[in-house]
């Protein structure tokens, strides 16, 4: 039973255009989203993230949308680096609490030139 | 700061063998995380402990155990290896302030192979 899913495992933009990653969750406890982003060999490094009492955070070219009502979750990134390519993992969390994290699969995103 | 640190980085078991997995962290956090991630998946948590002397059991425990008698160290402990835990092994942590913890920082993973 997964809790958080990106149903897209890769996602292929050009250089400058808008990257958008998408994630679904399915427990409606969950109060906090954080995306983390994976290079290979490296552990995940921790990118933006959103209470659920907001609907967006915005942080340079990266910008996070929360959507309650339809459990769905949504990273901008303009403009698109080669730079950002990347696995990017969307995870939640019940604050509070243990703030255990629990992952979507992760989303590969090329940005070519 | 080195941050989270792990050590091996890769290692290759036989069935039936054993080892110890070595996390340490220098950012005085209070809370510490074992993951796992298998090829194409996301992380699924093994174990979590909110303070040393408290540990407990995350999404996928068997065949793992942890002891954190220090802030610093959160050693996991494999016994018995079998293939199934065949996978690369994240420590994270993260403090607590307020109520609430900060973001999980994580360490660079161990690739382990059982053979």
């Known amino acids: 039973d997964q809790q958080v899913k990106q149903n897209s495992p890769s996602l292929s933009v050009q250089e400058g255009r808008i990257s958008i990653l998408n994630c679904d969750y399915t427990n409606s406890m969950f109060d906090y989203f954080l995306w983390y982003k994976k290079y290979p060999a490296e552990g995940p490094t921790f990118l933006i993230s959103i209470s659920s009492i907001k609907d967006k955070n915005e942080d340079g070219r990266f910008t996070v949308f929360l959507n309650k009502s339809a459990k769905h979750l949504s990273l901008h990134i303009v403009p698109s680096q080669p730079g950002d390519s990347a696995v990017y993992f969307c995870a939640a969390s019940i604050r509070g609490g243990s703030e255990k994290l629990v992952f979507g699969k992760g989303t590969k995103l090329t940005v070519n030139p | 700061n080195a941050g989270v640190t792990q050590t091996p980085k890769f290692r290759i078991l036989k069935i039936g063998q054993s080892m110890t997995l070595q996390c340490a962290q220098d950012?005085?956090?209070?809370?510490m995380y074992w993951y796992r991630q298998d090829p194409g998946m996301g992380l699924k948590l093994i174990y979590y402990s909110v303070g040393a002397g408290i540990t407990d059991k995350g999404e996928v425990p068997n065949g793992y155990n942890v002891s954190r008698s220090t802030t610093e160290d959160f050693p996991l402990r494999l016994e018995l290896a079998a293939p199934s835990q065949t996978s690369v092994y994240f420590c994270?942590?993260?403090?607590?302030?307020?109520?609430?913890?900060?973001?999980?920082?994580f360490g660079p993973g161990t690739r382990l192979t059982v053979l």
């Open positions: 950012m005085n956090h209070n809370y």
């Open positions: 994270a942590s993260s403090y607590l302030a307020s109520g609430f913890t900060d973001t999980q920082y």
